[in-house]
Each structure stands twice: as structure tokens, then as C-alpha cells.
Nanobody
Framework: QVQLVESGGGLLQTGGSLRLSCVAS????????MGWYRQTPGKQREMVAT???????TYVDSVKGRFTISRDNAKNTIYLQMNNLKPEDTAIYYC??????????WGQGTQVTVSS
């Protein structure tokens, strides 16, 4: 089992910045992919950014140039630096960990609210 604990969510105004963190604990293995997804009421959860253990990152188009995902493998921690936030970024952000083949884990989520 892998436990994921997110932190860093909050309420802020348009144009502001926020950094989310996610710490993985338990049976954490190298070679994993971690990332951030987000969800708003009535919509499907969408991928925001993912990062491999080697540091290769992918982003959804809507956040490219504004968000940066990074990781510290020694601390089993990933980060999401979010700049120039917009109201449409308002969502619950979930940390994600996978080793593939259905071995997926999710955090409890952290709320990010951006007011206009």
C-alpha cells in the first residue's frame, strides 16, 4: 500500500501563485510515475501534470507555461508550482501515484479556489 498526503491548497485571487506538495509513504518503489489531477463538480477528473521518476514531465495544455511539476525522489515528494492562477483552475487537486498495471493510488485531495 502507498499513502499520499497532499498539502498547500487554499483560496487566492486571480494571478496569484500557490505550491502544492504530496508526500508518498508506505511501499514506495522506484520507477513510479506521480502526478496531479483535478476535478470540479459534475466533471471528470483531468490530468494536470505527471512526472516520471527520471524527471520527465507532461502537462495538460491549459496549464503549460504556468504550472511546473517537480519531484524529490529522496523525500518521495512531488510538487506543483502554480503561477498566474485563473478562476478556471479552481478544483480539488489530487495526488496520483502509479507503478502501472492497475497499481494506482490517490490522495484525499486539496482544494484550490481562485477568485476573480
Amino acid at each position: 500500500q502507498v499513502q499520499l498526503v497532499e498539502s498547500g491548497g487554499g483560496l487566492l485571487q486571480t494571478g496569484g501563485s500557490l505550491r502544492l506538495s504530496c508526500v508518498a509513504s508506505g511501499r514506495v518503489f522506484s520507477g513510479n510515475i506521480m502526478g496531479w489531477y483535478r476535478q470540479t463538480p459534475g466533471k471528470q477528473r483531468e490530468m494536470v501534470a505527471t512526472i516520471t521518476s527520471g524527471g520527465r514531465a507532461t502537462y495538460v495544455d491549459s496549464v503549460k507555461g504556468r504550472f511546473t511539476i517537480s519531484r524529490d525522489n529522496a523525500k518521495n515528494t512531488i510538487y506543483l508550482q502554480m503561477n498566474n492562477l485563473k478562476p478556471e483552475d479552481t478544483a480539488i487537486y489530487y495526488c496520483y501515484y502509479t507503478l502501472g498495471y492497475g497499481r494506482d493510488y490517490w490522495g484525499q485531495g486539496t482544494q484550490v479556489t481562485v477568485s476573480s
